[in-house]
């Protein structure tokens, strides 16, 4: 599996940051967080996050993590 | 032995006839002690946190990474793990916590918790044991009860009244489930954040769901575990079709050691640190001040035949006796102090303070700062005093005062204690101003009234969701309910390839960089809900549009159009090439529900882009992905908003009965609430530290003053006699404790300097460094200093020159 992590998409509540986490993974997909600074808030902070958090995914598993998560049809 | 006891009843009977010295000197070093002992229980707790499992470092998170999903069946997989026994002696699974929310109610009590749903064997792989009750077995999955395990911590929230909760029915999303158990913290599995533990329905079959905790045979190492997993994990990439290298079976350890030292911390231990270290320059100056008071009895001894050493023995013998008694006292305090922490630590500094634990090891640390302050209190000023000549002792009483060396002496630790005490007070200072700050901080509307809702529905991948016809659905459920006034649905997404596009005044298209830019889809109830004002152009009206309209905040309007009325420009929520349809602005809104520095952790943003909303058309659609459709809604309550949360679960979940809901105060949505009682819990804890150690201060520069007024005695009453007035009596004290307490406000600002920033995290944006502030408390402490000096000052203007000279 590639180390290259590769951004996926951007969320703005800690709830989502912890659905998509878990729905990723449970597909087999690890992701890790950007930009989410619990700070004063703590770790089990659920709502929401001003400047969004980034979900990161390795990059062979891009794709397949992108028809997990909803896209705005343009 | 027989000199040790005369020792020892010398020092009983000392303190005894000194009992207020006694007094102060064991509160001091009992508070002092009990402060470090507690917060070294909570860091105790951080760093080695309390685990019940048995044998933890044997037991696993089996993790499978790769595409395998869809094409190996749960059974096939349940099967294939099973086959690795030789490995582990436990297998069982666990799934849910963090998201998985559900609401749980007992009598009037209610709460809104994580649960997991787990294997009837997980507890015993996990080799953890009932605080009270018992813990699932086969018969309990069997029996079709469905019962459920609570944490100790639920427990209290539901049963506070000590109330036993073992076979008492609660209630879990309106249905009731009988109460078998009750787990530790210690004991919580898979994390701190799950409250309800329950089995997977009756008719699951157990043997086809994979299992994800696994506890390792005894001798068998994760890397040898990992490589025969490996053998697994080859056959899952053939029956998947995949490359043998894309698909990995990987064991995470179940209890990690994830403690790091953050600077709040070494603020934390710097301040105790520092109160103690205060006490002890107290004591140190009190007990030396008692020493050279002490001369002529101490010159005595030596004159009739004690050694330096004996008298070193019996100074350290007193300490000693005053430390001791300061630890049982100190140790009492720290039990108290452990419980009262515990009842007032919020969630929301979980990061930086839990509930403190009572080990071997606090009773170890609680003896070494005891030792410590033996060694301080009593060592140095020990060997200071035994190395007077003692005829130069018996001497000096016949002369006009206290030399001036002992007095610089005092001086030295006075300054230390002003300076800890200074550095400590600023810190309070700062952590109180914020408290004040965010308490004051308002979101420009009512918040009491409005709940925020969270709903996670799932859907099957590529099932297109029509915004309009959601919101309707959801909408007139949650309207129908008696107490909602308002209501709105409203969904978050990201700007398309992270910019929006405008069209300038001059007719032309410019592309607008905007990386951290969400905006927020909504129904036209939005504001209404919210009660936020519409400054310029008009609200959303009440239906669909023909097109989709945008209504932006005040900022956002000076950005995107600086000389022109955005009312009536057009906007793209994507780059100047995405294909999203142009939206037409309809208004401005005064300010947006999430202002700026109130809500939500402050990161790095687009300067001045900060709300956008988007009315969206009929035809506007989202594609939704399997498990991952979330959309929120916020409601305004009639009355009783507590309410609210219980009645918007069960409302949501009735038209989705398969979403995962969460639903808050607006407030505790916003995080509002836990920063609030993050801020004001760190200002209390300061607060008392820093009163703590004023106190101290204030009470080492009194006995200091009070003693050097008492060994001038002489010299003043020469003074007096020779004319000089109350003033000059009093300004003669003064000097020299100002010239003090001045040296030590300038170690203090130079500490304050240097270690401000270990508080950055409870600052607002940065601000930790406030010299104006700095200076007030510099100048109240020295304010407090005088005052201290005072006390003893004006006293000895009373001095009588003619019983001053006669005493001797």
């Known amino acids: ?74 | 032995m027989r000199l040790a006891r005369q020792d020892l009843r010398l020092a009983v009977r000392s303190f005894t006839r000194h009992r207020s010295f006694t007094a102060v000197a064991v509160l001091s070093l009992g508070l002092a002690i009990a402060l470090n002992a507690t917060m070294y229980s909570v860091i105790d707790a951080l760093v080695n946190p309390q685990i019940d499992m048995q044998a933890p470092e044997r037991l696993y998170r089996l993790i499978i990474w790769g595409d395998y999903k869809g094409k190996v069946d749960n059974a096939t997989r349940a099967s294939m793990l099973r086959t690795g026994m030789g490995l582990y002696e436990g297998l069982a699974s666990s799934s849910g916590g963090g998201f998985n929310t559900i609401g749980v109610e007992h009598g009037r009590r209610y709460a809104q918790v994580a649960r997991s749903v787990v294997s009837p064997n997980l507890f015993a792989v996990l080799g953890v044991h009932a605080m009270a009750g018992r813990l699932f077995s086969d018969a309990d999955f069997v029996g079709g009860a469905q019962p459920v395990v609570i944490s100790d911590r639920l427990a209290g929230t539901l049963f506070p009244d000590d109330e036993s909760p073992v076979g008492v029915p609660i209630s879990i999303d309106g249905t009731k489930h009988v109460v078998l158990g009750v787990l530790g913290r210690g004991a919580n599995f898979p994390g701190d954040h799950v409250d309800v533990w329950t089995l997977p329905p009756p008719t699951t079959q157990l043997s086809a769901i994979p299992s994800n905790v696994v506890r390792l045979r005894k001798g068998i190492a994760k890397a040898d575990a990992e490589r025969a997993l490996s053998v697994l994990s080859a056959r899952m990439a053939m029956l998947s079709g995949e490359s043998p290298k894309d698909v990995r079976i990987q064991l995470k350890p179940s209890v990690e050691g994830q403690f790091h030292y953050v600077r709040f911390h070494y603020a934390l231990i710097g301040a105790v640190v520092a109160v103690l270290l205060i006490a002890c320059a107290n004591l140190a100056n009190l007990q030396l001040a008692r020493g050279i008071g002490r001369s002529r009895e101490l010159a005595l001894r030596a004159a009739l035949g004690a050694s330096r050493r004996d008298i070193v023995v019996q100074l350290l013998v007193e300490s000693a006796v005053l430390a001791g008694v300061g630890l049982a006292l100190g140790l009492l305090l720290t039990f108290w102090g452990t419980h009262v922490l515990e009842s007032r630590i919020p969630p929301s500094v979980a990061e930086y303070v839990i509930a403190p634990q009572t080990s071997w090891r606090v009773l170890v640390f609680a003896m070494i700062a005891c030792v410590v302050c033996v060694i301080l209190v009593g060592l140095l000023p020990a060997i200071h005093v035994s190395r007077v000549d003692p005829n130069v002792l018996l001497k000096a009483g016949a002369g006009t005062g206290a030399n001036k060396k002992n007095r610089r002496q005092y001086g030295v630790m006075v300054v230390a204690e002003i300076g800890l005490s200074l550095a400590l007070l600023s810190a309070a200072a700062i952590v109180v101003r914020t408290a004040f700050q965010v308490r004051q901080v308002h979101v420009g509307y009512d918040l009491a009234p409005l709940t925020d809702t969270w709903v996670y529905r799932p859907a099957l991948k590529d099932t297109v969701v029509r915004h309009v016809a959601l919101a309707n659905e959801v909408l007139s459920t949650v309207r129908a309910l008696p107490n909602v006034a308002e209501a709105a649905l409203y969904r978050f997404r990201s700007v398309v390839r992270n910019a929006v596009t405008v069209i300038d005044d001059a007719g032309a298209s410019i592309e607008i960089p905007a990386p951290a830019v969400g905006y927020r889809i909504v129904t036209p109830s939005y504001f209404k809900t919210f009660g936020l004002p519409i400054v310029k152009g008009r609200d959303f009206l009440d239906g669909v549009p023909a097109e989709p309209e945008v209504i932006v905040d005040k900022a956002t309007a000076r950005a995107l159009w600086p000389n022109s009325n955005p009312v009536g420009a057009r906007i793209k929520l994507g780059d100047f090439s995405s294909t999203v349809p142009w939206a037409r602005v309809v208004g401005v809104v005064g300010a947006s529900e999430r202002p700026d520095g109130v809500v939500g952790p402050a990161l790095t943003r687009t300067p001045d882009i900060r709300a956008i909303y988007y009315l969206p058309v009929a035809s506007d659609s989202t594609r939704t992905a399997a498990r991952n459709f979330v959309y929120q809604v916020v409601t305004r309550a009639k009355s009783d908003p507590q309410r609210m949360p219980v009645e918007m679960l069960a409302s949501i979940r009735q038209l989705h009965p398969d979403a995962y809901v969460s639903s808050h105060s607006m407030e505790e949505s916003l995080g509002i609430l836990r920063r609030r009682q993050s801020h004001d819990f760190v200002a209390s804890t300061f607060m008392v530290f820093a009163a703590l150690a004023v106190s101290l201060a204030a009470l080492g520069i009194y006995g200091i003053v009070a003693h050097s007024v008492a060994e001038r005695t002489r010299e003043l009453g020469v003074r007096i006699a020779l004319g000089a007035s109350a003033r000059d009596v009093v300004g003669v004290i003064l000097r020299e404790g100002n010239a003090v307490a001045l040296a030590g406000v300038a170690v203090g600002l130079y500490l304050t300097k240097n270690t401000v920033a270990w508080l950055h995290a409870f600052s607002v944006e940065g601000d930790e460094y406030d010299a104006p502030l700095f200076a007030a408390m510099a100048l109240a402490l020295f304010l407090v200093a005088v005052l201290s000096a005072l006390i003893p000052a004006l006293r000895a203007t009373r001095i009588d020159p003619v019983e001053s000279l006669r005493s001797e």
Do not use: C
């Open chain 1, 1 to 74: 599996m590639s180390e290259q992590w590769a951004l996926l998409t951007k969320v703005f509540s800690g709830l989502e940051v912890d659905t998509l986490r878990a729905t990723l993974e449970e597909e087999g997909i690890p992701a890790l967080v950007r930009g989410f600074g619990v700070g004063m808030f703590g770790g089990g902070f659920q709502g929401p996050i001003n400047d969004g958090a980034e979900i990161l995914v390795p990059e062979s598993a891009l794709e397949r993590a992108r028809n997990l998560i909803p896209e705005l049809d343009e």
